[in-house]
């Protein structure tokens, strides 16, 4: 292959940089289908990318007809739709057939104006970006974000995945020069995938700060003493109905749930007409509020208004929602999985809790409700163990090194 025409940038450190994220475009309004930690890993990557110096841009499936080709989404980032099956929603775990034309599309984009390295994010993702990969002989890297084997262990019969989705992972792993896991949890379960922990780093997710501060305007509370926040998609293994079901043992308190449609349609999500029927069987229905999606920039507010943020997932690859409501201050009360294991200190910054037990989540939430000292103590912990680990520009510091690395061995490796 001829040399990259970015190969003076990269001389000077300043790199061209493919994000490929098949589904999750940083674009989406948070908590709408299929739209979660993954866009907000993406986006924000990208922009503590290009704030280093770097030219980034992030390639994701047209999915509206109005959407252009290119979008600006900052200085040093760009956008863009790459048409791959019909421009318009299609759920994530349908969009397979999808990737060989996505593929075909990364080739010849990269043919002409190759980008000095591609990254990938989740497993679709990664089949596109390796076809394109090889065939230009870049070098590749991949962020699963979750992972088949654990879906299907959590899940089981009700895992609508397509069934190759392990066998491909395992084959994105053995074929990129390196993966960038979240967590620890992560690196485990990819060694007993079969994929080398030599070419395993771990680089956390992140949040901003300078965005998620405890001091700030929040949105109005209701009428009940206590307010918890519960926010992410609307599927089943968050825990919506854990939430609920501890409900019942915190009097004046309210629920608010944020995820899922959007605005006037917010009442239409399947997951939200379940989890209303079983407030309603809880005796709850009244303190239980369902938002709706919202837009990335009003997360923080709703964030503050709450006293305890609850992130009660059956499993949690690694889980965004911790962090941002750390960095607001928020005490956070989450299940003891996957990535919620490195980010919350039991008794530190929250508690720590089994997966789908209501009634450990509720005494939990209950001893917190009942010591405001400590809820300020937690907060104050968490904001301050996210400015020292997890701000996306110590997030983006570590990723250049990954990238760094695997660039400098780049004599001795080719995709394969």
């Known amino acids: 292959m001829r040399p990259s025409p970015h190969a003076a940038g990269r001389a000077s450190g300043r790199l061209s940089i493919a994000l490929v994220s ?7 309004a948070m908590g709408g289908a299929d739209a979660g930690g993954q866009n907000v890993h993406v986006a924000s990557l990208a922009r503590a990318l290009a704030d280093r110096g770097h030219r980034v841009t992030v390639y994701t499936r047209k999915d509206a007809r109005d959407l252009p080709q290119r979008k600006r989404l900052r200085a040093g980032v760009e956008v863009h739709h790459v048409p791959a099956g019909p421009a318009r929603h299609i759920p994530k775990d349908e969009l397979l057939p999808h990737m060989p034309a996505f593929g075909h599309y990364l080739t010849w984009q990269w043919q002409e ?9 989740f497993w679709m993702s990664g089949l596109a970006a390796l076809a394109a990969a090889r065939e230009l002989r870049l070098p590749l890297l991949h962020t699963y974000h979750a992972l088949g084997t654990v879906k ?11 069934p ?13 020069h390196r993966i960038v896991a979240t967590c620890r949890d992560e690196a485990a379960e990819l060694a007993r995938m079969g994929i080398p922990p030599d070419r395993v780093d771990i680089v956390p997710c992140g949040v901003d700060p300078e965005v998620f501060t405890p001091d700030g305007p929040a949105v109005e509370r209701g009428p009940h003493r206590h307010r918890l926040v519960q926010l992410g998609r609307m599927v089943p293994r968050k825990g919506a109905a854990v939430s609920i079901a501890a409900l019942a043992a915190l009097p004046d308190t309210e629920l608010v749930v944020v995820g899922g449609q959007a605005g006037d349609r917010a009442g239409d999500d399947l997951e939200v007409r379940r989890l209303r ?3 309603h069987e809880a005796g709850v229905a009244d ?24 992130c009660p997932a059956d499993y949690e690859p690694f889980g965004i929602v911790p962090l941002e409501a750390m960095a607001c201050g928020r005490p956070v009360v989450a299940s003891a999985v996957g990535g919620q294991l490195d980010t919350v200190v039991d008794f530190v910054t929250g508690r720590l ?18 010591d405001p000292a400590r809820r300020l103590s937690c907060g104050a912990a968490g904001r301050q163990r996210v400015l020292s680990r997890y701000s996306w520009a110590s997030v983006a510091e570590a990723t250049e090194a990954v990238y760094r690395s695997v660039l400098a061995a780049r004599p001795a490796a080719a995709v394969i």
């Open 22 to 28: 098949e589904h999750a475009s940083p674009l989406a």
């Open 113 to 121: 104006q190759p980008p000095d390295l591609v990254h990938s994010h």
């Open 152 to 162: 299907r262990r959590h899940q089981g019969g009700a895992d609508t995945s397509p």
């Open 164 to 176: 190759s989705r392990i066998a491909c992972e395992r084959q994105v792993g053995l074929h990129a």
């Open 277 to 279: 029927a079983i407030a």
């Open 287 to 310: 303190r239980v509020h369902f938002t709706g999606a919202v837009p990335s920039a009003e997360v923080p507010t709703v964030l503050r208004s709450a006293d305890v943020v609850l």
């Open 353 to 370: 809790v089994p997966p789908g037990d209501p009634e450990a989540l509720a005494a939990a939430v209950s001893a917190l409700l009942a």
